[in-house]
DNA sequence: GCTTTGATGCACT
DNA sequence: GTGCATCAAAGCG
């Protein structure tokens, strides 16, 4: 609990939110709560440039993304639909405003609280399996805004980074501005990737 | 201020 | 495959 020596270093972040989106798959994302520790891995990401019409910070900074740009490594999470948290990895320089979307996780550790979280959904490939699943399977909200991903209860390891082959690509999900741009990544094998 | 829209998930057909 | 719940933030004027 709490230790963070593995966790991915800040310059892991400070790179294109098309890059980082890519080389998180395969990684482990950890979220050390009250409740207990929940644990995944990486299946499912997606690039929101600063350059892109889809980003939430594309059109300059607001106190809804202001995190967007404080900085690389840090958890961007935002509340949509009236009813849906979800979490994103704040890519990039510090000024610069992006983020990459993670909407899949395979569960590792934590299995039990993430079904008591959830109530709904028993099968354990699912449990994460879209970004509002892993929010709340995690028991992520606003609560956790901002946190340093790098060194916090909240936080991404190393894990085993995928290999190209078994990465799959296409459109994001739900994006209609900037929709042809195939800044969505996959692990082609996972059963809990959320849509083909 | 007032209206529109959305990086969704789920129930239902 | 389709429709809806539900509301904060952005966009507009």
């Not at 989106?21 to 644990?39: N, V």
């Not at 350059?51 to 910070?57: I, Y």
């Not at 948290?85 to 899949?104: D, K, P, Q, S, Y």
Request: glycine share 10%; with cysteine.
């Amino acid at each position: 609990m709490g230790e963070a020596v593995n966790a991915l270093p800040r310059s892991f972040y400070a790179r294109p939110a098309l890059t980082v989106a890519r080389e998180l798959l395969g990684r482990l994302l950890i979220h050390d709560s009250a409740e207990g520790t929940t644990s995944g891995r990486i299946v499912e990401a997606e690039a929101y440039h600063h350059d892109d019409p889809a980003c939430h910070a594309f059109r300059g900074r607001t106190q809804r993304n202001e995190v967007m740009f404080g900085g690389p490594g840090y958890a961007y999470i935002y509340f949509t639909y009236g009813m849906h948290w979800c979490f994103n990895a704040v890519t990039g320089e510090e000024g610069v405003g992006e983020a990459v979307l993670l909407r899949a996780v395979e569960p590792v550790d934590g299995v039990d609280l993430m079904q008591q979280r959830r109530e709904r959904e028993l099968r354990v490939e699912r449990l994460c399996s879209g970004p509002a699943n892993l929010t709340k399977a995690f028991g992520l909200t606003g609560a956790q805004q901002s946190l340093d991903l790098t060194s916090s209860a909240l936080r991404i390891e190393a894990g085993t980074p995928v290999e190209d082959l078994g990465v799959a690509v296409s459109r994001r999900v739900g994006v209609t501005a900037g929709a042809d741009n195939l800044w969505r990544f996959y692990i082609s094998a996972s059963r809990s990737v959320s849509k083909r």
